[in-house]
């Protein structure tokens, strides 16, 4: 059971990237899916999640309007579009996902970076300025 990362890397101030996180060994379908970062010397930030049993998604203030998470059941992945991407979103960015049926009544964004299940690798995202 696995979740792999992929499409990090250095952009400029504006530009956009697309991480991929492609789940194996088991079927998001049944999981909420959530994505993480952590700066160096700063504490870990979900910044967005998504309960696949009543569809809620959730965005951190820090990432509204600019950062979009989806997944793609037939391919098993779930996907977070950044777009006009700043410097203070340079970090270490993690997928992660944990059982549905762990929901609480407000929805994925009460669950903690704890209550997640399984964690990609981590990828880089680098943002100059």
């Known amino acids: 059971v696995q979740l792999v990362e992929s499409g990090g890397g250095l952009v400029q101030a504006g530009g956009s990237l697309r991480l991929s996180c492609a789940a194996s060994?088991?079927?998001?379908?049944?999981?909420?899916v959530g994505w993480f970062r952590q700066a160096p010397g700063k504490e870990r930030e979900g910044i967005s999640c998504?309960?696949?049993?009543?569809?809620?998604?959730y965005y951190a203030d820090s990432v509204q309007g600019r950062f979009s998470i989806s997944v793609d059941n037939p391919n098993n992945s779930l996907y977070l579009q950044m777009t006009n991407l700043k410097p203070h979103d340079t970090a270490v960015y993690s997928c992660s996902a944990t059982p549905d049926y762990l929901m609480p009544p407000a929805g994925c964004s009460d669950l903690g970076w704890y209550d997640y299940t399984f964690w990609g690798q981590g990828t880089q995202v680098t943002v100059s300025s």
């Open positions: 998504s309960s696949r049993s009543d569809g809620r998604t």
């Open positions: 060994d088991f079927s998001l379908e049944h999981y909420a």
